[in-house]
């Protein structure tokens, strides 16, 4: 890369393979519009090569490169993927080539065989003729201008199978003109130790060439060797988003790039890259149509949670007690989460901003707490409903002013042939000054009605509630021997456009459940607005 680096930190290229071998993980597929997406997004926090796909084995492919042409890249490479060529094929005219040839890019990714294994038994090729198409694809590709970074496919195990023929692959790469090695653990199972042993024998033969390293999860390893592989000399490494890919995914790029920069002090993103890594990695989740994995570390809403009491006091005190860095480094943040092992430090936490009074010993922090207890004795979780349990404090330190007051509602089901089922709630609402409301409105459920018709009532005394939409909502048996009698937990989240929180319910009967939710959503909205007006 020619960008000159703004400190002397030895530099790491990052290769990303989010949007070839990413997608290659079960039911995860991404539109062209995405990867067109994506690729800005990654060339906005410096990462040097974007793999995009394979435009041989996909039209789709083809079409993102097309347009990848026209973007006004800052930094990253874009690069096509693809194989050595066929058997019997002169590589002039293997329609795999000019496929990469076509994308017009810079550089071109080809994995080749390194394990005999597979060039036997796979490709029924002896074991000179797949060397043979190694040399000759690599040269081809060199000599029409692209430079090639190869892939040793199922490297480690080839090595550690035939070492002297694995090494005759790597040399035939090389000797065309590669200008990257990169060491595929394929099958994901080579332990770190035996990476960083491989790595260093072959920076010690190949030590003019940068050494790159590919590793995939299946032994749950994959961040690990790639983390491990630099330390022993690789320079540039291959990973996904989220650790997305076939089988038990790729090397997560999420992991490896914070632990590389923040643990390691290498170079890898451009500066304040780092920061915008736990939007990124949601962002993918979402073009990828998955749910983000909140368990990830750095990236994952809990990565900096804290539940435990004793965790929490300390964290509260100096946020280094239990957080191995500051969670801002990453995009992220730290989070109280509120249940009865937290303890009082918790309900403080969450509740200074509104009552600065409170501490410890405060008569109404003791209340706060008893009555948390007594709610999750009942089933009531507060650590995706911070809403709910805000309006629970304020109920139990005697703060709590009802926005309106429930006549009664009545749902109406009905189900006629050959016609989906249709709900109609009607509600009768009062606001503190006496004045009454009473509506209907129809839902694609009996909780989508009632929602419906409760804040088509009280929009008339709150306007502000029209800006307010339900985007999740979840339902949770807390008891499944009880059969169809079971108690459940509903959680909803709701957003007016700026914030977004939660509120939960918990009954026996699920349409009171979600009355109990969507009524403290609606209150929570409305005491968010006085304090906001209060405040102007």
């Known amino acids: 890369m020619s960008e000159q680096r703004s400190d002397d930190r030895p530099h790491v290229e990052i290769y990303d393979t989010t949007l070839r071998d990413g997608s290659q993980g079960e039911g995860i597929a991404f539109s062209v519009e995405s990867k067109i997406r994506l690729l800005q997004e990654f060339d906005s926090i410096g990462i040097d090569f974007v ?30 993927f693809g194989s050595t060529r066929r058997k019997g094929i002169d590589p002039s005219d293997d329609p795999n080539l000019h496929a990469l040839l076509e994308t017009g890019c810079r550089h071109t990714t080809i994995f080749g065989k390194s394990w005999d294994l597979h060039a036997t038994e796979i490709l029924g090729v002896t074991l000179d003729e797949n060397v043979e198409l190694v040399r000759s694809s690599v040269a081809y590709l060199t000599e029409q201008g692209t430079q090639v970074i190869y892939d040793a496919e199922h490297f480690f195990d080839g090595y550690k199978r035939n070492r002297e023929y694995c090494l005759r692959t790597l040399h035939a790469a090389v000797e065309a003109g590669a200008i990257r090695l990169v060491l595929c653990d394929t099958n994901g199972g ?21 050494t790159g390293i590919h590793t995939h ?37 999420t992991s490896i790039v914070p ?29 990828a149509n998955q749910p983000h994995d909140e368990r990830q570390p750095y990236v994952g809403r809990t990565a900096f949670a804290h539940k435990g009491g004793v965790h929490i006091d300390a964290a509260r005190k100096n946020p280094l007690s239990y957080e191995h860095i500051r969670p801002e480094a990453v995009g992220n943040q730290q989070r109280i989460l509120i249940s009865d092992q937290a303890g009082k430090s918790a309900i403080i936490d969450k509740l200074e901003r509104d009552y600065p009074h409170l501490d410890k010993r405060s008569p109404e922090t003791q209340r706060v707490y008893d009555k948390l207890k007594e709610a999750e004795q009942y089933g009531y979780e507060f650590e995706g409903a911070e809403a709910s349990f805000f309006l629970l404090a304020q109920k139990a330190m005697g703060e709590y002013t009802p926005s309106f007051d429930l006549h009664g509602f009545r749902l109406i089901i009905e189900k006629f042939e050959r016609f989906d089922m249709r709900a109609e709630a009607t509600i009768k609402v009062r606001d503190p000054n006496g004045l009454e409301e009473h509506t209907a409105a129809e839902g694609d459920g009996p909780v ?20 307010v939409s339900l985007v999740d909502y979840n339902v949770r048996v807390l008891d499944s021997q009880a059969s169809t009698a079971a108690r459940v937990r509903v959680l909803i989240e709701s957003t007016d456009g700026e914030e977004t929180w939660g509120t939960v319910g918990v009954s026996e009967n699920i349409i009171q459940a979600s009355w109990n939710a969507l009524v403290d959503s609606l209150e929570y909205k409305i005491y968010k607005d006085s304090r906001r007006g209060a405040e102007v």
């Not at 332990?191 to 190949?206: D, S, Y």
Request: proline share 5%; with cysteine; aromatic share 8%.
């Open 259 to 287: 632990n590389l920069e923040l643990k390691l002090g290498y170079h890898c993103l451009r500066e304040g890259g780092l920061e915008e890594l736990t939007r990124i990695s949601r962002l993918v989740s979402e073009f």
């Open 51 to 80: 793999e995009g796909g394979w435009p041989f084995s996909n039209p789709r492919d083809m079409e993102f490169y097309r347009r990848a042409k026209s973007l006004d890249l800052k930094h990253a490479q874009v690069v096509p």
């Open 217 to 253: 999860n299946d032994a749950g390893m994959g961040a690990a060797n790639a983390v491990i592989a630099v330390q022993h000399g690789a320079t540039h490494v291959h990973g996904t988003f989220n650790g997305y890919g076939e089988r038990s995914g790729n090397a997560n790029l």
């Open 448 to 467: 989508n009605a009632l929602d419906n018709a409760l804040r088509k009532a009280l929009e008339t005394f709150y306007p502000s509630l029209k800006d």
């Open 190 to 210: 080579t332990m770190p130790l035996e990476v960083a042993q491989i790595v260093g024998e072959i920076r010690a033969t190949f030590p003019d060439i940068p």
